[in-house]
């Protein structure tokens, strides 16, 4: 059995690691990695291969950024011609970007079976282009592989067939789980002279807030308030960087004394400065399923989340809306006043990736 599995930007690469180490104990399967390149520099995407110790991709069709249409065209393009040379008999597509749909939506016009990892993830927001993403790549799958109850029911209301959804857990946190003793062992927080517990992550980059003036200069106006009673570590994500420097931002945006304003983090660094941090202020899917793991209070600056099971939990906060009356007390309240549960998710084990390859081979031995 032949598999291509498929990544392009930096939340897949954490997810796929665990599925391409636990394709060596299935010596009848031929697992292939495609890089769409997506994102492409080295923070972005080499030291998350690096650290997660993922190979060489078998091929990087190396295309770069664009418009939502011109990224999608420009993978397909290749990806075809990737299968038509391979001929796989599986595509495994992660995730929630470009790269995800664009790939399945190439090898379902070619008959190739489709298996999502992390299906059935709604936030019910269609403005938001990874919402697009998520429903055409699940109705176009022939496996659905979920991370939480949530997504189960999602798929099944919009009618898609109970024998393709699996419920397998969240891959993320295999990668968590495995390592974990490296990411107690890194160096970050000494290095940015941080004492444990006593500083809050703040990491956003959705277009939603940093591609408006307004709400990027009220975000900034709250990392500044907070600064004042607490230190900041701020890794700034290129599209955040660019938005800064292009409203002329960057005075307020972080050179103030509490403020640490970094590059991007590697992996490792970054899940270490989270599990040490007093709270998380963020705008990103993984982080919400992080935080939840490590029992870390999240504070999402979203008007919604995909992942419910992190505000069920009780680590993670919705603000839906920033210009309201004491926003800035209600953060703080969350953080000071956090109580973790100690439950995680059901299925949250770092067992996930063993279980979708039990169902990918039971599956084709049926066939056969």
């Not at 040490?276 to 919400?288: A, C, H």
Request: with cysteine.
């Amino acid at each position: 059995m032949k598999i291509i599995n498929v990544v392009g930007a930096r939340p897949n690469f954490i997810k796929i690691a665990p599925l391409l180490e636990e394709y060596k104990k299935w010596p009848k399967i031929k697992s292939l990695l495609v890089h769409t390149g997506q994102h492409y520099d080295f923070n972005m995407s080499q030291r998350f291969f690096d650290e997660l110790k993922i190979s060489k991709p078998d091929y990087n069709l190396g295309i770069g950024s664009g418009s939502h249409a011109q990224q999608t065209a420009r993978i397909m393009l290749s990806f075809e011609k990737v299968c038509i040379k391979e001929k796989p008999d599986l595509v495994v597509v992660v995730g929630d970007v470009n790269s995800t749909v664009a790939c399945a939506l190439v090898a379902k016009k070619m008959n190739i079976n489709v298996a999502h990892v992390e299906a059935g993830l709604r936030s019910f927001d269609e403005s938001m282009p990874e919402e697009i993403n998520r429903i055409l790549t699940d109705h176009l799958s022939d496996f659905l592989f979920v991370t939480e109850e949530s997504g189960k029911k999602n798929l099944q209301n919009e009618n898609i067939p109970p024998k393709k959804i699996f419920f397998v857990g969240n891959i993320m946190i295999d990668s968590l789980v495995k390592n974990l003793r490296e990411i107690n062992n890194r160096k970050i927080i000494e290095n940015l002279n941080l004492n444990k517990k006593d500083y809050l992550v703040i990491t956003f980059h959705r277009p939603s807030n940093v591609e408006n003036k307004e709400i990027l200069s009220k975000l900034l106006g709250y990392i500044k308030d907070l600064s004042k009673d607490m230190v900041i570590v701020f890794p700034i994500h290129p599209r955040t960087k660019k938005a800064l420097e292009d409203y002329k931002l960057k005075e307020i945006g972080g050179y103030l004394k509490n403020i640490k304003v970094t590059e991007p983090l590697g992996y490792l660094d970054f899940i270490s400065l989270v599990k040490n941090s007093k709270g998380v202020l963020t705008d990103s899917g993984g982080v919400q399923e992080e935080t939840t793991f490590l029992g870390v209070p999240c504070i999402t600056l979203r008007e919604n989340t995909e992942r419910p099971i992190t505000i069920k939990r009780g680590t993670n906060h919705l603000i839906s809306n920033i210009h309201e009356e004491g926003v800035l007390e209600k953060i703080k309240n969350l953080i000071e006043n956090f109580k973790p549960r100690v439950k995680n998710p059901e299925k949250w084990d770092g067992k996930t990736a063993e279980r979708i390859l039990k169902v990918i081979v039971k599956s084709a031995s049926e066939e056969s």
